[in-house]
């Protein structure tokens, strides 16, 4: 078999073994609320965000096309190096994937995916498109929590002021329910933006291959990056659930519906209107910092918020320096 397209083969199979740790590890983003609430029971919700994953990720191509043509470019360069900086990155963003779920670390798999192809492309000196990954990655960064968190303070609030004469009971009752729709909402906008990425890495090796021209997304690339996804949803990271849902603050079923509402709207807003990959794990996190800290500032455990954030600034750059390490261990079969 001809050595480019076996390397093609290997690169879209480790791709979408990436799509699948993404799966398992960002699967507390759309459900952990709700189980942490009783609003799901955690297979159920399991299931519910893996179907929502799967229809998500065939609701656009805006991310894909950013992270298949703005990250590094591999259009210069022979087929074998450019496939092996692809793999390189996705290496080093599958390893620090399962470094962070092991110890339970709700990390961004997008910024993991981005760092990986940003230093295996800087290793190989392949030009990386430092501006796009400014504008659309970093910058990104430090805005969508700090929305995430304000919208979902002020929609608590206002939840809070409007129902504060209701009877707790029938209130939260009712906010269970609603809150099964928030957090499909929530899984929807997952797939939406997480599952996208990985059709764009699977672009950019193709490209890379001589087997595709341009950014468009083929179909059968769409159904597999979804169906990856879902796959690893399903299995459910619990690790990281745990965390997300019960480690931060204890929330009731009106907090999880704010965090989930707030977090799936700005998923779409970056995703269909800017066509941004951010990250699923940093909005639906300060989301959840945001609404509990509305009875009091003291209800947030602010210690273990502190690790999470720490683990978002250092995601990007160990991700990267692990798949730097390997673009240049790769060249020495070259």
């Known amino acids: 078999m001809d050595p480019i397209l076996t390397l093609v083969i290997i690169t879209v199979v480790i791709a979408l073994v990436f799509d699948y740790t993404n799966g398992f590890h960002d699967a507390a983003n759309a459900i952990a609320t709700s189980v942490a609430t009783r609003a ?26 950013t992270i298949g043509s703005g990250i590094v470019d591999v259009s210069a360069t022979d087929g074998m190096n450019g496939l092996l900086v692809v793999l390189a990155g996705l ?13 339970g670390l709700p990390s961004s798999s997008s910024h993991a995916l981005i760092g990986g192809l940003a230093g295996a492309g800087l290793a190989a000196a392949f030009v990386v498109h430092w501006d796009v990954i400014g504008t659309k990655v970093i910058l990104p960064m430090f805005i969508s929590p700090v929305v995430g968190f304000t919208l979902s303070y002020l929609l608590m609030k206002a939840l809070l002021n409007t129902f504060k004469n209701a009877t707790y009971k029938r209130t939260m009752k009712r906010f269970r329910v609603a809150q099964t729709i928030s957090a499909a909402a929530m899984a929807l906008g997952h797939g939406l933006q997480d599952a996208q990425k990985t059709m764009g890495v699977i672009v950019i090796a193709l490209v890379a291959g001589g087997y595709h021209e341009g950014t468009s997304i083929p179909l059968w690339v769409k159904l597999a990056a979804a169906g990856a ?106």
């Open 40 to 65: 799901l029971t955690p297979r159920v919700a399991l299931l519910m965000a893996a179907v929502m994953n799967f229809i998500g990720a065939l609701l656009g191509t805006g991310v894909a096309e």
């Open 229 to 334: 996804i879902s796959a690893g949803t399903y299995a459910g990271g619990w690790r990281i659930m745990k965390t997300l849902g019960t480690k931060i603050a204890d929330l009731n079923p009106a907090q999880g519906f704010a965090a989930e509402t707030v977090a799936a709207s700005v998923l779409y807003t970056t995703a269909f209107v800017f066509s941004a990959p951010i990250s699923t794990t940093h909005t639906i996190t300060s989301s959840v910092m945001g609404v509990g800290a509305t009875p009091r500032r003291s209800a947030v455990r602010w210690g273990t918020a502190g690790n999470i954030v720490g683990a978002w600034f250092i995601t990007f750059p160990a991700a990267g320096s692990i798949a730097a390490l390997f673009s240049l261990l790769f060249t020495q079969f070259v």
């Open 91 to 103: 290496l080093g963003a599958i390893t620090w994937n399962l470094i962070t779920w092991w110890f």
